[in-house]
């Protein structure tokens, strides 16, 4: 498990994505907030090693990381 979890951190960062200072949880009617983020790195999913994919088909299946307000973000949309 954690060596999954090391190769998945290690992807993230290969990509640019650096420790946020906040996470965000998109659920279903909240995803309009991910047009706040101005998004610098967008990634599907089944892109990323052992991440788990969406089972709702209104849910895009992103990893965003970008900024909302002054704050960096990583939100799951």
Known sequence: MMEKLKETASFLKNRGIEEPEI???LGTGLGS???DVQVE???DYKDIPH???STVES???KL???KLGDKK???MN
Do not use: K, R, W
């Open 23 to 25: 996470g965000i949880i």
């Open 33 to 35: 907030l991910a047009n």
């Open 41 to 43: 790195i967008s990634l």
């Open 51 to 53: 991440f788990p994919l």
């Open 59 to 61: 849910h895009s299946g």
């Open 64 to 66: 965003l990381y970008g």
């Open 73 to 75: 973000v990583l939100v």
